[in-house]
């Protein structure tokens, strides 16, 4: 069976949405990456693979940002 993070010819799949850990500290909130989701391939589901497991807040999954996006920020 393959991996959610490896298409069906054994090539890396870029996730649908990325995974973060949510926490606040008063009125500001600090987002870690912590995994990533892919969809079903019935469209009704979604596989999420987390590299670590936070113990409080919350997990927001949200779409990467096009590559453009990506650079402008580093």
Same mark, same amino acid.
């Given at each position: 069976?393959?991996?959610?993070?490896? $298409?069906?010819?054994?090539?890396?799949?870029?996730?649908?949405?990325?995974?973060?850990?949510? $926490?606040?500290?008063g009125?500001?909130?600090f987002?870690t990456?912590?995994?990533?989701?892919?969809p079903? !391939?019935?469209?009704?589901? @979604? $596989?999420?693979? @987390?590299?670590?497991l936070?113990?409080?807040? !919350?997990?927001v @999954? !949200?779409?990467? @940002?096009? $590559?453009?996006?990506?650079?402008?920020?580093?």
């Open positions: 069976m393959a991996n959610a993070s490896t $298409s069906t010819n054994g090539e890396p799949k870029v996730p649908d949405f990325h995974a973060w850990h949510v $926490s606040n500290k009125e500001k909130g987002w990456k912590v995994g990533a989701a892919w079903h !391939r019935d469209g009704k589901g @979604l $596989s999420i693979q @987390l590299d670590i936070p113990i409080n807040g !919350r997990i @999954l !949200r779409k990467p @940002l096009e $590559s453009t996006e990506q650079g402008a920020g580093a």
